[in-house]
């Protein structure tokens, strides 16, 4: 922390015990608090992992002085902190009733398995008992196998040490007005199923109303799990919103074919069954697209369209404004209103609308208006899709004739000699490591995909489209200047950087820069006036998609034409490097950011 620590000059006494106190004890001291552990006679002389921060003394509590050194102590504390079963301090006179007594602003924490009543108050407990009457430990564990505890993190730490500090903290503050202690009951169920009101009531929206392990948290979705890696490792997966999903889903398949392309399939048996490699890449192209539309069209049922302005009344607006935010949006979404009717700035004002009808009623889109729309589009977004462009002219100039760039620069081979010559067998190798260059360039995309969302706090979306944009064309020239095997594949990583930065970061801005002027239309209606001129987003964001198949036809009429003129395909990456380079100048200088 910077600055002084909160609780700084707070004076802690702990009573020693497991490690749910001394844990809680330490984040005191962690934090300020001048924490003294008061230990038994006989304790281990090895100081204890959790006594970070804390000083030590030994009081002998079953003799006589005992307790009254431990009331002295007590009376200039401001915090005790007791781990004991119930009824143990007031047997020796140190219940918090005594210590109140002399020291009315002490706050004395109990922190137990099962509090101090109920049913099992007397009884003694660890972690995985407190799980199970907590009901946690029924959720945690994999399909058809027993349930399994998080080690003892979940309730002696979360739900017992950290709960209790809170309730520390809390009881602090509340002094400061009353001045007054008073006594905290930190139950370690209690707080274990206080930690799990998210799990139980988001049972209702379908988030976890599967079995354990069955769940999209709890390991039963591929794209939030773990896997194990070729190294004996194991790789994280957690892609729950939807464009790093898709971006996930978008790296697998780029990885798949271009691995499909790097197999040598002349020398296996599928390859020898349907005749060449050409005949086996378009069977499992022909297999994964009708797999695909089965899925497709199976996976979700189709519902008719209606208009739900007549059909859906309005639902009623409770009176809690906190409260009907937290109900409209579901976790992991942007905004993601299950029911239109349901605004907070309408239950606000009792359900009246600030716009007429008219003004939330989309006009019927023609041709003529799709052109003028088009036409009318700002200067920031057609420098949005100008710079788009060029990165994808840049990427598609070097992706497109990637492999055979491979195959004659790196490996030296020639297409045009017969297929039983040495030089053709060598394109043909070059050929199929470039897949794998492609299949590493997938790859790297969806892990630099996580990347991007902590990146993003600390050089911004501009940042991140300036440095795709450089990778990018510092790695294509490096490769297009000194062509090597192994650098060349090392370099394919920017590759990746590249296609998650244009398949990102532009409809990032897209959608800021909606936002914006979302944001000075209700500002304009708020003072009275009136903007009928409201821009679509699937529209604008179509015209930046648009923008793939153009660069297309750049790189298809104009990359031939070159290398017939240079004569060699290493104007192929040289141009990628170029573009990506004047690219990174535009991004710099003409795209719009919005902090």
Request: aromatic letters at 10%.
């Amino acid at each position: 922390m910077r600055g002084a620590r909160p609780l700084q000059g707070v004076r802690v006494v702990e009573l020693a015990g497991l490690a749910p106190a001394p844990f809680c004890g330490m984040v005191l001291a962690d934090f300020g608090a001048q924490v003294v552990r008061v230990d038994r006679p006989g304790s281990p002389g090895d100081p204890s992992p959790l006594a970070r921060g804390k000083r030590s003394l030994v009081v002998n509590l079953k003799l006589p002085q005992g307790p009254a050194v431990m009331r002295r102590l007590c009376a200039l504390a401001d915090v005790v902190l007791e781990p004991f079963r119930p009824g143990v301090m007031e047997k020796l006179q140190l219940g918090p009733e005594t210590l109140l007594r002399e020291n009315p602003k002490l706050i004395y924490a109990r922190l137990s398995g099962f509090g101090q009543s109920g049913r099992f108050f007397q009884v003694a407990g660890h972690d995985i008992n407190y799980l199970a009457l907590s009901g946690v430990l029924s959720r945690i564990g994999r399909s058809g196998e027993n349930p399994q505890p998080p080690m003892n993190l979940l309730a002696d730490f979360g739900g017992g040490s950290l709960m209790c500090a809170l309730g520390i903290m809390m009881a602090l503050f509340e002094r400061t007005r009353s001045g007054k202690g008073q006594i905290i009951d930190a139950s370690m169920v209690e707080g274990t199923a206080y930690l799990s009101s998210f799990l139980w009531k988001t049972q209702l929206t379908g988030l976890w109303d599967q079995p354990r392990g069955q769940n999209m948290l709890d390991g039963g979705a591929p794209f939030y799990t773990t896997y194990k890696t070729a190294d004996g490792g194991f790789m994280a997966v957690g892609a729950i919103e939807q464009k790093f999903y898709e971006l996930l889903v978008k790296g697998l398949g780029g990885a798949l074919g271009y691995l499909l392309g790097a197999i040598d399939w002349a020398h296996l048996e599928l390859g020898r069954l349907l005749g060449t490699e050409f005949q086996v890449m378009f069977f499992f192209s022909s297999l994964v697209l009708t797999l695909c539309f089965i899925i497709h069209l199976c996976s979700i049922p189709e519902a008719p369209l209606r208009d739900t302005a007549k059909d859906t009344p309005p639902r009623q607006a409770p009176q809690d404004p906190a409260s009907s935010s937290d109900r409209m949006y579901e976790y992991g979404s942007i905004e993601k209103v299950k029911n239109s009717y349901v605004n907070p700035e309408l239950a606000l004002q009792g359900g009246k609308t600030k716009n007429p009808p008219a003004e939330q009623t989309q006009r019927t889109m023609t041709i003529k208006s799709l052109l003028r729309a088009l036409m009318s589009m700002p200067a920031h977004y057609r420098c949005l899709c100008i710079s788009h462009l060029i990165g994808w002219t840049a990427f598609l100039s070097n992706m497109l004739f990637f492999t055979d760039f491979m195959g004659q620069i790196v490996y030296h081979g020639d297409p045009y000699s017969a297929h039983n010559s040495t030089e053709f067998l060598i394109y043909q190798r070059g050929v199929e490591v470039g897949c794998w260059g492609l299949c590493i360039n997938s790859v790297f995309s969806s892990l630099y995909s996580y990347f991007q969302k902590a990146l993003v706090p600390y050089v911004g979306l501009k940042g991140l489209y300036f440095m795709g944009y450089l990778l990018f064309g510092l790695g294509t020239g490096f490769i297009g200047l000194f062509p090597n095997v192994y650098s060349t594949l090392v370099m394919c990583t920017s590759f990746g950087v590249m296609s998650s930065t244009l398949y990102t970061v532009p409809f990032n801005l897209i959608a800021m820069y909606h936002r914006e002027e979302q944001e000075e239309q209700r500002q304009q209606a708020q003072g009275g006036g009136l903007d009928s001129s409201r821009r679509g987003q699937g529209l604008d964001c179509a015209a930046l998609t648009c923008m793939v198949q153009l660069a297309q036809i750049l790189v298809g009429g104009g990359l031939g034409f070159l290398v017939n003129v240079v004569g060699s395909v290493v104007v192929v990456v040289i141009t990628a490097s170029a573009a990506a380079l004047i690219g990174c100048c535009f991004v710099a200088l003409f795209v719009r950011y919005i902090d």
